[in-house]
């Protein structure tokens, strides 16, 4: 699987859009990008995925570059509820492919 | 999304018992089960990997004789720390993927302390 680069950490004001970039410049084609988030001392949460096209859902939304170089996680609205370590992972969907874990962004949402 | 619970959330234990740990999927069948562990201030490293009715795979580094897991059924895998020492106290996470999407869903985490 690809390699991420993801800044170590971000402050983001609640109410605020925060907005985690993510490179993976060696992303395949048949890969694609994952997003999930770890509130202190729980088990990650699936946030969102997309191949190609930006994608939204209730939690947030994926802007994938045309290149697919790199990603941009956006929480619209952010509170002090999304304060986690964000992981941006890269790979093939198959059932049994694990996914591979880098260091993340640690967001710090502030009142 | 699909929920998936491990039990128990937190052990003390002491060194050279074993542990089991179970991770259940609640409401779909989990053609394939992950066991993760992490380190404080650390990401999560994978340790194996298991399908339903098959000997787990596991990582470079993991000993399979200390960490048996068995996945026994499409709802169930179990991890047994055994002759556990304090250096296998950590965060211990699974998680299951399975039906038509190739997502994976996490458990809560088990925090093993070994004294």
């Known amino acids: 699987d690809a390699k991420t680069t993801q800044p170590t950490s971000m402050d983001c004001a609640e109410g605020r859009a925060a907005n985690l970039p993510c490179n993976h410049s060696?992303?395949?084609?048949?890969?694609?990008v994952y997003w999930y988030r770890q509130i202190h001392s729980q088990g990650p949460q699936y946030i969102i995925h997309g191949l190609k096209n930006n994608e939204t859902n209730e939690m947030a939304s994926l802007i994938i570059t045309e290149d697919r170089k790199s990603s941009t996680l956006i929480l619209p609205h952010a509170t002090l509820r999304d304060t986690a370590v964000y992981y941006c992972i890269v790979r093939v969907d198959n059932a049994g492919n694990m996914l591979t874990f880098g260091g993340g962004t640690r967001l710090m949402v502030k009142p | 999304g699909a929920v998936v619970s491990q039990h128990p959330s937190r052990v003390i234990c002491k060194s050279g018992t074993s542990v089991k740990i179970e991770c259940r999927s609640l409401d779909f069948q989990a053609t394939t089960m992950f066991w993760y562990r992490q380190f404080p201030k650390q990401s999560l490293m994978l340790m194996a990997t298991?399908?339903?009715?098959?000997?787990?795979?596991?990582e470079q580094g993991v000993e399979k004789d200390k960490f048996l897991i068995n996945h026994a059924s499409l709802t169930l895998s179990t991890l047994t720390v055994t002759s556990a020492h304090p250096e296998d106290s950590s965060f211990y996470i699974c998680?299951?993927?399975?039906?038509?999407?190739?997502?994976?869903?996490f458990g809560p985490g088990t925090r093993l302390t070994v004294t």
């Open positions: 060696t992303i395949s084609g048949n890969e694609y």
């Open positions: 998680s299951a993927s399975g039906g038509l999407s190739y997502e994976q869903y």
């Open positions: 298991s399908n339903e009715g098959s000997k787990a795979t596991y």
